[in-house]
């Protein structure tokens, strides 16, 4: 596989990768570093690839080592998941079709445009950075207690209207 041809899969494939990685680890900043140190394991490891079908489970199966690697640089962290309990998690993920994480992402956005930019700004704020929901009470007059109380609300409508649209069981 030449060089431009996996720079396009990676482009492709890389918000998958992050989910992978989101479910796996703490933050986002530790997503933004196993997903480098990842695609620099994938760079080196270019020849290996016969085919674009081979991209996504390999990428997966580099991504799944790099944050076990990672997870073990931080192992005196106690809020960490068990290291079991994550490769179970990286597995269940890379066995799941891509189609069904389009699927699952298209409803999400669906979703999403339901709620008003007010309540879509405070939805995605945990995703943005560690302390949006903190800083979004302080502009508002609000406690972070509130908002996280909201949030939690705004939450479960958000989950039972992705299950509505993907027709799955709450």
């Known amino acids: 596989m030449n060089e431009e041809r996996f720079l396009s899969l990676f482009l492709q494939h890389e918000r998958e990768l992050a989910g992978v990685a989101r479910a796996c680890l703490p933050t986002w900043d530790a997503v933004d570093d196993v997903l480098q140190e990842s695609s620099l394991v994938m760079w080196?490891?270019?020849?290996?690839?016969?085919?674009?079908?081979?991209?996504l489970p390999w990428a997966k199966v580099i991504?799944?080592?790099e944050i076990l690697k990672y997870r073990r640089s931080l192992s005196r962290d106690r809020l960490l998941l068990d290291?079991?309990?994550?490769?179970?998690?990286?597995v269940e993920e890379s066995s799941t079709p891509a189609d069904l994480h389009a699927e699952r992402r298209?409803?999400?956005?669906?979703?999403?445009?339901?709620?008003?930019?007010?309540?879509?700004?405070?939805?995605?704020a945990p995703y943005m950075r560690d302390d949006a929901v903190k800083?979004?009470?302080?502009?508002?007059?609000?406690?972070?207690?509130?908002?996280y109380k909201r949030l939690g609300r705004l939450r479960l409508k958000l989950?039972?209207?992705v299950h509505l649209r993907l027709g799955t069981p709450r």
Do not use: M, P, W
Not at 83 to 90: M, Q
Not at 135 to 147: H, Q, V, Y
């Open 135 to 147: 800083s979004i009470a302080e502009a508002a007059g609000k406690t972070a207690n509130s908002l």
């Open 44 to 55: 080196r490891k270019i020849d290996q690839l016969r085919s674009d079908d081979e991209f």
């Open 83 to 90: 290291d079991e309990l994550v490769e179970l998690i990286a």
């Open 159 to 161: 989950h039972d209207c």
């Open 106 to 124: 298209s409803a999400v956005q669906a979703c999403l445009e339901k709620f008003s930019t007010e309540h879509r700004t405070l939805l995605l």
């Open 63 to 65: 991504l799944r080592f």
